[in-house]
């Protein structure tokens, strides 16, 4: 297919050239011309044994016309594969496949250019490919297809990266299934997509499998952490960025196992329920069973506690008590007696959760439930704020849940950040007990607590995504993405406690193998750090407060332009007509920052943001469409933004323009004529610097190109 996994292309054959023209089909919504084949779903199926990837393509395909097409596959793949098998289904003969090396495959696509002139399938230039023989698709009926290829996966120390070829072009919409399976002779530290969402199964040490349905375009990679015999599994993925002095990177940590002779690191677990009159009816009983759930859950000899809160707040015991039989049965005893009446104390209530005495030797972890606003005490978001972050001696994570959406999600979002936790927010049409347990479950087997990453020299590293880095538990690793400055190795210090006490590793990675094909590092940083940003200037607007957000909107409305990564407040930069120049595009950012994030603290617009910055914030996977939720909490996607490499590209008056073109606002240096010579050598251009994927674009595309603004049409 021409996109995503595979770039699959059919030609009509050469003997139907006398009766109607060739026609060249790609299995995308990225048409390079009249397309009597469509691609409806392809399938993936990968196995990894040790460093040998087999991957299995099924590609289905509809014929919607009244006559049969012969038909012809390209599917480009990694170099240095080797074909394995080809087939498709009916017929009488067998159908053929051979896999061609990068050369050949570019005469190709070079030949096609020259009858098309269109240039979408020269994004994969670099990569070889499978050219089928020609196989039929009958009128009005489906066909399938099955390439299967094997490659060899390259080391890099403790990793692995699998990367399976597809269009980078925003338009491509055709659904993938991808699932892949994992045997490996050392341990599985950890699997990781920056690419797409996965659901990771990992059953044994040895063992793995993961699973992806997706319509979003963009390769689909995986790295893989295999344990060395050092104690911590790490690797780095750098791209060098010779504007900034140095780069930015992505440090993959897989924490170490716990020695087989330490005891398992105990959970103390204070529940804090909210029973004011708004809690009323299904929201009370789902809290009541998502409370019994977690008690249930702690396995005997962990702790736990329960406050429950109206104007006033009681307590269950003076301080968490040890799970027994006894205690199990008490603590279910007072959680069924709960009734509601009264106003919301939340103020009163999150202090008496972090000042208990904690248990020796456990890790304080507070559940903290609520469906409504501060009414009764102290009600200042700013003073509730202070009091977490001054009042917190026991270093208590404080994971918060707002049920429904009248409640003050800024506030919740900042007391989680502020001990290493998180926020969740219950729709009104979400239960409440699962979203708690969700949460929960995550929370099992605690393996590295208060974790600090720390870089020797000064200023060799700044900017790192997550700060505080969360607590590490069972079937987690650490991601972490910043920028780098200069070119000699980085040198981590890695500090955190676990069951055995404080534990410390450290780890050098040479920048040798920093690359322009990890550009997508660059994006991910760029992402988190829009998020980190937007939450900075949201958390101004407490209390209705205002304040200077000159320099923050700025440095918003800059990496939004050089990354292509728009938000609900920076959305406006993809309309048309709307100026990227630095001076309006700041002040219109201002006016949705001021208006939305600032004075927007409660109601679904208030829970869309909330929902839009944590994924940018915690997300490590690229958002290629834009997709965010809008004030009505309905789903949007800018399609009219092309993610590129390290870049991005705006739609503009039917023509595509990268921000430095867009922002010049003059004509070209000099414009190339797609299938001339001369385009043929800025081909070899851009695949040098791997920008080849602006060519999967559809129309005239504006570039700055190595100092000159370059026309492709």
Known sequence: MKTLLCALVLAAPLMAQESRPQVWISPSSRTIHAQPVQVTQVEARIDIADQIATTTLDISLRNPTGRPQESELLVPVPGGAVLKAFAFEGGSAEGTARLLP???????????????????????????????????????????????????????????????????????????????????TARIASLYSPSHEIA?????????????????????????????????????????????????????IAPPRPRADARPMLREVTLVIDRSGSMAGPKLDQVKAAALQVIEGLDEGEGFNLIVYNEAVEMFAAEP??????????????????????????????VEALRQKPLEGMLPIVLFLTDGLPTIG???EKAIREAVAKGNPHQRRVFTFGVGVDVNTPLLARIARETRASAEFVLPRE????????????????????????????????????????????????????????????????????????RKFDFTFNLDKASTANAFVARLWASNKIAVLSEAIRDMGADGGTGNTTELVNEIVRLST??????????????????????????????????????????PAAVSQQDNLKKGVESKQLNVRNRFLDEKMQAVEITSVQQCQAGALFNKGNRWMDASAAKAGRGPD????????????????????????????????????????????
């Open 431 to 502: 239960d409440v007990e699962v979203k708690v347990a969700r949460v929960f479950d995550r929370l099992r087997g605690p393996l590295l607590t208060k974790p600090t990453v720390r870089v020797d020299e000064p200023n060799r590293v700044n900017d790192l995504i997550p700060s505080p880095l969360p607590d590490v538990f069972q079937g987690e690793q650490i991601l972490l993405s910043g920028e780098y400055r200069g070119e000699a190795p980085l040198h981590f210090l890695l500090t955190g406690a676990g069951t055995e006490g404080e």
């Open 321 to 350: 008590v040890i799970k027994t039989a006894k205690t199990t049965r008490q603590g279910r005893e007072y959680i069924n007696a709960l009734r509601v009446s009264g106003g919301t104390n939340i103020h009163d209530s999150v």
């Open 562 to 603: 050089q990354f292509g990564i728009l938000t609900e407040y920076t959305a406006f930069l993809a309309e048309e007509g709307t100026s990227l120049a630095a001076v309006p595009a700041s002040a219109k950012a201002a006016d949705n920052y001021g208006n939305k994030a600032m004075k927007t603290r409660s109601g």
């Open 378 to 380: 102290q009600t200042s």
């Open 670 to 713: 000099r414009t190339v004529e797609i299938g001339s010579a001369e385009f043929g050598r800025l081909v070899d251009e851009l695949a040098a610097d791997n920008r080849q994927g602006l060519l999967a674009l559809r129309g005239e595309l504006l570039v700055e190109h190595r100092g000159e603004l370059v026309l492709i049409r």
């Open 102 to 184: 990068r050369e050949e495959a570019r005469r190709i696509y070079d030949s096609i250019v020259a009858q098309t002139r269109d240039p979408a399938l020269l994004e994969f230039v670099g990569d070889a490919v499978v050219k089928s023989s020609v196989f039929p698709v009958p009128a009005n009926g489906t066909q399938k297809v099955r390439v299967t290829y094997e490659q060899l996966l390259e080391a890099d120390g403790a990793r692995l990266d699998y990367v399976l070829p597809r269009s980078e072009a925003v338009e491509y919409a055709v659904p993938w299934r991808l699932s892949m399976r994992l045997k490996s």
């Open 200 to 252: 990771v199964k990992q059953p044994g040490d040895h063992e793995a499998s993961l699973s992806c349905e997706t319509k979003d375009p963009g390769a689909f990679r995986v790295s893989l952490l295999r344990e060395t015999k050092d104690e911590m599994t790490a690797s780095l993925l750098a791209y060098p960025d010779p504007k900034t002095g140095g780069g930015y990177f992505l440090l993959m």
